[in-house]
């Protein structure tokens, strides 16, 4: 009798340690498909961000004469940068991580950046910001801060980051919703458009939350990537049924609308992308049109939105996904972190504004995937957005939103690994958790945990053990804050 023998592992699976990380090529399939579907609203989000926006010359990114003439070109050069620095992260970084253009960061660049100078000079400061970091992770700079950072913080990030996906899951489903400014109102969100559900879209979204769960608990494989395509098919439904149309109607505010996306079958499949954009950037411009010191705290507020909120997302998807090791470090970080700085740099290259990790890449790892083969299949699902952004549009926020909410649960789950008895590091640890979702960014949530981490230290006379970076990183955050009237001042 002969011994059966095991099958050697694929070339393949070789490569992206599948079976080592305990996945499936289905698997990381099924995870690619689910951050694509869970992130594609980018491709949509981003030229409505950019392209009705307008420089210090009033000049409208991507050329014509009226605002969102350019967004043709800006969706186009969106889904392309998403879709090269994504497959870039699974071959060289091999961890289940997407890229897009950040939001957050596209807003600053828009609004802060590009009002006081030209577009090409704007995104020319992007350049220069992907420039910095990219050096900081060939020096070792950006691993060595990643290795600072106490256990505690990091998995107090990871937490924040599950409340901070979950408000964005609600908030782009229109289930919660900013109060509009009325005299008397006392509180700065509320349930739905008036206080309470209603609208379809509602209806849809909590429709697919309810599925998602019941998915989830019940253990079905691809529970999130299921029940983005069948909430996709209710919405589609609901749509033909009740014309629900978007947020807005013929002009005019339309509350109980799909909130971007409306889920209707598009008069066509295909479009032929427009990459005019690419290459349009002044890399010195900024300083010519601002000056050097306003031009280096635009750069240093980028490059520390662009630094920590990679670092937070890396450290919250990778403990998800079983990842990091008994330190809580990411094994091999230094290959995802120099693709995510490339990645920056690409962004202003391709005038979409700044590239970053992506935090819907959870939904992903919620999904079984685990390794960069997952990335490779999100990366190529970009490429065919860039020919397909009509069906890439049927997917609504109200389908896809639940899945962030869903993870966001996960991640709230190692806060059991908290020691809240300890306040000098609870506090901290606090911080960071509710200032997240709270500010609506991860930066912030990461420096107030910095600074009232070194605070904390010293005043209790326990700064024995903590890494000499934290105090650099504490006193940089102190800076970040305060940007504002140091600009005044400088300037």
């Given at each position: 009798m002969t011994a059966e023998t095991t099958p050697a592992?694929?070339?393949?699976?070789?490569?992206?340690?599948?079976?080592?990380?305990?996945?499936?090529?289905?698997?990381?399939?099924?995870?690619?498909?689910?951050?694509?579907?869970?992130?594609?609203?980018?491709?949509?989000?981003?030229?409505?961000?950019?392209?009705?926006?307008?420089d210090g010359g009033k000049h409208v990114l991507g050329g014509g004469s009226t605002p969102g003439s350019g967004i043709p070109k800006i969706a186009a050069a969106?889904?392309?940068?998403?879709?090269?620095?994504?497959?870039?992260?699974?071959?060289?970084?091999?961890?289940?991580?997407?890229?897009?253009?950040?939001?957050?960061?596209?807003?600053?660049?828009?609004?802060?950046?590009?009002?006081?100078?030209?577009?090409?000079?704007?995104?020319?400061?992007?350049?220069?910001?992907?420039?910095v970091?990219?050096?900081?992770?060939?020096?070792?700079?950006?691993?060595?801060?990643?290795?600072a950072i106490p256990m505690e913080l990091k998995t107090a990030i990871s937490v924040g980051i599950g409340l901070f996906i979950t408000i964005i899951g609600f908030v782009d489903a229109g289930f919660v919703r900013r109060i509009p400014d009325v005299a008397g109102t006392t509180v700065p969100v509320q349930l739905g458009s008036t206080g309470e559900l209603s609208g379809w879209p509602t209806v849809v979204f909590v429709f697919g939350l309810l599925l998602m769960t019941v998915l989830m608990v019940r253990k079905v494989r691809g529970a999130l990537f299921l029940g983005i395509v069948i909430t996709t098919v209710f919405a589609i439904v609901v749509e033909k049924a009740f014309d629900v149309g978007g947020a807005f109607v013929n002009?005019?505010?339309?509350?109980?609308?799909?909130?971007?996306?409306?889920?209707?079958?598009?008069?066509?499949?295909?479009?032929?992308?427009?990459?005019?954009?690419?290459?349009?950037?002044?890399?010195?411009?900024?300083?010519?049109?601002?000056?050097?010191?306003?031009?280096?705290?635009?750069?240093?507020t980028l490059m520390l939105a662009d630094f920590f909120d990679t670092m937070g997302t890396v450290v919250g998807v990778g403990a998800e996904a079983g990842l990091l090791d008994d330190q809580g470090q990411l094994p091999g970080a230094d290959r995802v972190l120099?693709?995510?700085?490339?990645?920056?740099?690409?962004?202003?290259?391709?005038?979409?504004?700044?590239?970053?990790?992506?935090?819907?890449?959870?939904?992903?790892?919620?999904?079984?995937?685990?390794?960069?083969?997952?990335?490779?299949?999100?990366?190529?699902?970009?490429?065919?957005?860039?020919?397909?952004?009509?069906?890439?549009?049927?997917?609504?926020?109200?389908?896809?939103?639940?899945?962030?909410?869903?993870?966001?649960?996960?991640?709230?789950?190692?806060?059991r690994n908290i020691d809240f008895d300890d306040w000098v590091v609870a506090i901290p640890c606090f911080l960071t958790i509710v200032l997240m979702p709270f500010t609506y960014s991860i930066t912030n949530g990461i420096g107030a945990g910095f600074v009232s981490y070194a605070v904390l230290r010293l005043a209790t006379g326990r700064r024995a053990g903590v890494h000499p970076l934290l105090w650099v990183i504490a006193a940089l955050f102190v800076v970040y804050f305060a940007i504002a009237p140091l600009t005044d001042a400088l300037t």
């Amino acid at each position: 009798m002969t011994a059966e023998t095991t099958p050697a592992p694929s070339a393949l699976d070789r490569y992206f340690r599948i079976t080592d990380r305990g996945s499936t090529v289905q698997r990381e399939v099924r995870g690619g498909l689910t951050t694509f579907f869970t992130m594609a609203y980018i491709v949509v989000l981003n030229p409505l961000i950019l392209g009705f926006a307008t420089d210090g010359g009033k000049h409208v990114l991507g050329g014509g004469s009226t605002p969102g003439s350019g967004i043709p070109k800006i969706a186009a050069a969106t889904a392309l940068v998403a879709a090269v620095m994504t497959i870039l992260m699974g071959v060289i970084g091999k961890y289940p991580f997407a890229l897009a253009t950040g939001l957050g960061l596209n807003a600053f660049v828009a609004v802060s950046i590009a009002s006081q100078m030209s577009w090409q000079d704007a995104m020319g400061l992007v350049v220069l910001e992907g420039i910095v970091i990219t050096l900081l992770v060939l020096t070792g700079v950006r691993s060595t801060i990643f290795r600072a950072i106490p256990m505690e913080l990091k998995t107090a990030i990871s937490v924040g980051i599950g409340l901070f996906i979950t408000i964005i899951g609600f908030v782009d489903a229109g289930f919660v919703r900013r109060i509009p400014d009325v005299a008397g109102t006392t509180v700065p969100v509320q349930l739905g458009s008036t206080g309470e559900l209603s609208g379809w879209p509602t209806v849809v979204f909590v429709f697919g939350l309810l599925l998602m769960t019941v998915l989830m608990v019940r253990k079905v494989r691809g529970a999130l990537f299921l029940g983005i395509v069948i909430t996709t098919v209710f919405a589609i439904v609901v749509e033909k049924a009740f014309d629900v149309g978007g947020a807005f109607v013929n002009g005019k505010p339309n509350p109980g609308g799909f909130s971007l996306n409306v889920p209707d079958l598009p008069d066509k499949i295909a479009s032929t992308p427009d990459l005019g954009l690419l290459g349009k950037f002044s890399l010195f411009g900024g300083f010519e049109a601002v000056g050097a010191v306003t031009a280096v705290l635009f750069v240093f507020t980028l490059m520390l939105a662009d630094f920590f909120d990679t670092m937070g997302t890396v450290v919250g998807v990778g403990a998800e996904a079983g990842l990091l090791d008994d330190q809580g470090q990411l094994p091999g970080a230094d290959r995802v972190l120099l693709v995510d700085s490339l990645a920056a740099i690409a962004g202003g290259a391709a005038s979409t504004s700044s590239a970053t990790t992506y935090i819907e890449s959870a939904s992903g790892v919620g999904d079984g995937a685990r390794t960069g083969l997952a990335s490779v299949v999100t990366g190529l699902l970009f490429v065919g957005a860039l020919f397909l952004t009509p069906l890439v549009s049927i997917v609504p926020f109200e389908a896809a939103s639940p899945a962030l909410v869903v993870v966001g649960f996960l991640l709230m789950t190692q806060i059991r690994n908290i020691d809240f008895d300890d306040w000098v590091v609870a506090i901290p640890c606090f911080l960071t958790i509710v200032l997240m979702p709270f500010t609506y960014s991860i930066t912030n949530g990461i420096g107030a945990g910095f600074v009232s981490y070194a605070v904390l230290r010293l005043a209790t006379g326990r700064r024995a053990g903590v890494h000499p970076l934290l105090w650099v990183i504490a006193a940089l955050f102190v800076v970040y804050f305060a940007i504002a009237p140091l600009t005044d001042a400088l300037t």
